[in-house]
């Protein structure tokens, strides 16, 4: 418990998924929280899908934070710090998001670095850990948000090595989990990509404690223990906690497993893709467990304004500099983000999420009820095949001829359909324009191009039902190979 | 349209921007190699082939657009818009050909003239098939309005033609393939 002196004061920090409150009286080395309150907002499913912070989500977190601030002056806090994350750092349109916040309530938001959202959670998540008896002497943090992974190791509380990685659980979801509940096609593809992205990690250290941080890693600690009926108060979880607890996750919808299990809708949507990441990290840095905190970035910003004052922000950014010089170059350098990616990396990225976008239309295109479908899939067909012609060198010969063939096959077949959709609404749109002595010429001409267009239906319904969709994907996860080199013919 | 040219000097464990570069160069010759046909608007498989070269130019932006310059937007917009107006083209050009097949026309663009040049006809063997099936050739009245239809398309085509040709003239002048080039070279 702290002094009743000690001052109070709140932290904001605007995620991808959330916007997160805590007001705390606060010292350099502890923390008397006396709120602490979240809110999906979500701000990163508009960025994934435009780019852009929409209107929606602007008024969405503007009325959030009028509310938060309300509660923290409440409680008399001193100050009010808001600090903005990855969505915020990714959108387009992120100034004219923060003048809108400080004309509409009054705060300024800080968007801060990688790096120092790095160093902010570390101090977070470990200030519990500093307390105890005989804490470890090195230990790792893994803040898991919606759009990026920040991950830091570190020996007797002095940061060895940090990353930030642009793959978080909201945007894990938007691109690969989609469906409710997710179907396991969509695990299995989640999951390579995951496996190959993490392999190409080079870390320094394996921290022998990981302490996970974040909004999916405490609703998943709350889901395990509810759901195998295990110790509410502990904070671990094992490799098998999150093993089963995939698994029930791809068997419910988010709705059940919101209702079962006393979780956000929104949070329990995204959920299965924070498993997948904590899991797919854990086989990573060789960990049989982890320990879950509620803290994270906000208790940072309360322990770090207390302990340097107004110069929080530059000693952090500081701190992070050192942490990056004190890293070697290569033995550590972190794992590539989707723009610094080697060509293979994203090669092999592109071809599974191109593939699988393609894929995704087979089933509104078997229903016949949209011509739209069979447009849509004949574009996600037409990319595929610029991403294989791209990347033709780099990619395994034979596998290359194989898949490209059956992609040419599927852009002919829905080419051949789509080609037919649009003579018919041409002669349509024609025809009511024409004189009436004209019009039984363009109406012979429609009655032929339906039944032509009925034999591609045919043709192209055969074509997919054929399609081994498994095969496909494995075509495009092993097109290029590991430690591959330009082939002969690029 | 033959397969995209393979792309020589692409480095797999180079930055994926380096390599985008170099493949949007490849793509902006091809595109630039089909110019001579422009001035001829009945050259209809050498602008079908500038169409997929605008295409393949396009796609490769957008594939790579996570690492290529910002600048490259509007380059995207303006071949989506010489895709449209080739593509409109070329649609005509398709139904030109059934109409002429339809009314037995030579001229038509069908399988026998282009067996001979081995390429893709304009107009599908299985729908010619079903267009020139006997049990529902067009009545006497059905051809006049096909005729009708025929005179319409080929005005049509004419106004489409014209309407790429000063919109590629235009991005001449402002030498739209240097643009893109600078844009490559940041």
Redesign the interface.
Same mark, same amino acid.
């Given at each position: 418990m702290q002094d009743q002196y000690s001052p109070m004061r709140a932290a904001i920090d605007i995620g991808s998924n959330t916007i997160h409150i805590v007001v705390a009286r606060s010292t350099p080395d502890n923390l008397d929280i006396v709120e602490d309150q979240v809110e999906m907002v979500r701000i990163g499913e508009s960025v994934n899908a435009t780019r852009e912070i929409s209107q929606q989500k602007r008024d969405d977190a503007i009325a959030t934070l009028n509310k938060y601030k309300a509660l923290a002056e409440q409680h008399g806090a001193e100050q009010i710090f808001v600090v903005a994350t990855e969505a915020i750092r990714q959108a387009t349109n992120s100034s004219e998001f923060l003048q809108a916040i400080q004309r509409e309530t009054g705060l300024e938001v800080q968007i801060i670095s990688g790096s120092a959202e790095a160093v902010l959670t570390f101090f977070g998540a470990t200030y519990e850990v500093n307390r105890e008896p005989n804490s470890p002497s090195q230990v790792g943090v893994m803040d898991l948000g919606g759009g990026s992974l920040e991950l830091i190791t570190a020996k007797n509380m002095q940061i060895t090595w940090r990353t930030s990685v642009p793959i978080g659980s909201g945007w894990l979801h938007d691109r690969y989990l989609p469906s409710n509940p997710p179907t396991y096609e969509e695990v299995a593809v989640a999951d390579t990509f995951l496996q190959t992205y993490l392999q190409n990690m080079s870390i320094k250290r394996f921290p022998p404690v990981l302490i996970v941080t974040g909004g999916s890693a405490n609703s998943l600690l709350r889901l395990v223990q509810r759901a195998f009926h295990l110790d509410m108060s502990g904070n671990r979880l094992t490799r098998d906690d999150l093993v089963r607890a995939i698994g029930l996750m791809s068997a419910l919808p988010a709705e059940e497993i919101a209702q079962r299990y006393e979780q956000p809708l929104d949070r329990a949507r995204i959920l299965p893709a924070g498993a997948l990441i904590i899991q797919k990290v854990m086989t990573r840095l060789r960990l049989e467990e982890i320990q879950v905190s509620e803290h994270g970035i906000r208790e940072g910003v309360l322990l770090a304004y207390a302990r340097y004052g107004d110069r929080w922000l530059e000693t952090v950014n500081e701190s992070a500099d050192q942490a990056e010089q004190g890293k070697g170059t290569k033995a550590s350098a972190p794992m590539a983000s989707?723009?610094?990616?080697?060509?293979?990396?994203?090669?092999r990225r592109?071809l599974l999420e191109r593939t699988k976008k393609m894929l995704d239309w087979c089933d509104e295109v078997l229903k016949h009820e949209d011509v739209e479908a069979v447009h849509k899939m004949r574009v996600a067909s037409?990319?595929l095949r610029?991403?294989l012609?791209?990347y033709?060198?780099?990619c395994d010969p034979k596998v290359f001829k194989k898949f490209y063939r059956e992609v040419k096959e599927a852009a002919d077949n829905l080419g051949?359909a789509r080609?037919?959709d649009?003579?018919l609404q041409?002669l349509h749109a024609?025809m009511e324009q024409?004189p009436d002595?004209?019009?039984?010429?363009?109406?012979?001409?429609i009655?032929?191009?339906k039944?032509?267009r009925q034999?591609r239906q045919e043709a192209l319904e055969q074509f997919l039902h054929s399609l081994d969709e498994d095969a496909l994907k494995e075509q495009a996860a092993s097109c290029?190979p590991k430690g591959?080199?330009?082939n002969g013919?690029? | 349209m033959a397969?995209?040219r393979?792309?020589?000097?692409?480095?797999?464990?180079?930055?994926?921007?380096?390599?985008?570069r170099i493949?949007a160069k490849v793509r902006l010759e091809e595109l630039y190699s089909w110019k001579k046909y422009i001035d001829n608007p009945y050259r209809v498989r050498e602008l079908h082939n500038l169409r997929i070269a605008a295409?393949?130019l396009r +796609?490769?932006f =957008?594939?790579?657009e996570?690492?290529l310059p910002e600048a490259s937007r509007p380059i995207v917009k303006e071949l989506e818009q010489i895709q449209e107006e080739l593509g409109a083209i070329h649609?005509s050009d398709?139904?030109i050909a059934?109409?002429r097949l339809?009314l037995g026309s030579q001229d038509s663009g069908t399988i026998s003239d282009t067996a001979k040049r081995k390429e893709k006809p304009l107009v599908?063997p299985?729908?010619v098939n079903?267009?020139l099936e006997p049990s529902?050739a067009?009545?006497a009245?059905?051809? +006049?309005?096909? =005729?009708?239809?025929l005179r319409?398309q080929e005005q049509l085509r004419e106004e489409q033609y014209n309407a790429f040709r000063q919109h590629w003239y235009q991005l001449q002048v402002r030498d739209f393939r240097r643009e893109i080039l600078n844009i490559l070279n940041t």
């Open positions: 989707p723009k610094e990616e080697t060509f293979a990396q994203s090669g592109m037409r990319r610029a991403t012609d791209a033709e060198s780099c051949a080609d037919t649009v003579m041409n024609q024409m002595e004209d019009r039984p010429g363009v109406q012979w001409l009655e032929r191009l039944d032509y034999e290029i591959v080199a330009a013919k690029g | 397969k995209a393979p792309i020589k000097g692409l480095n797999p464990h180079a930055p994926t921007g380096q390599n985008a493949i295409k393949r +796609y490769t =957008e594939v790579f996570e690492v649609d398709v139904m059934m109409l339809c599908q299985e729908l079903d267009l529902v067009p009545t009245e059905e051809r +006049y309005g096909l =005729e009708s239809l319409r």
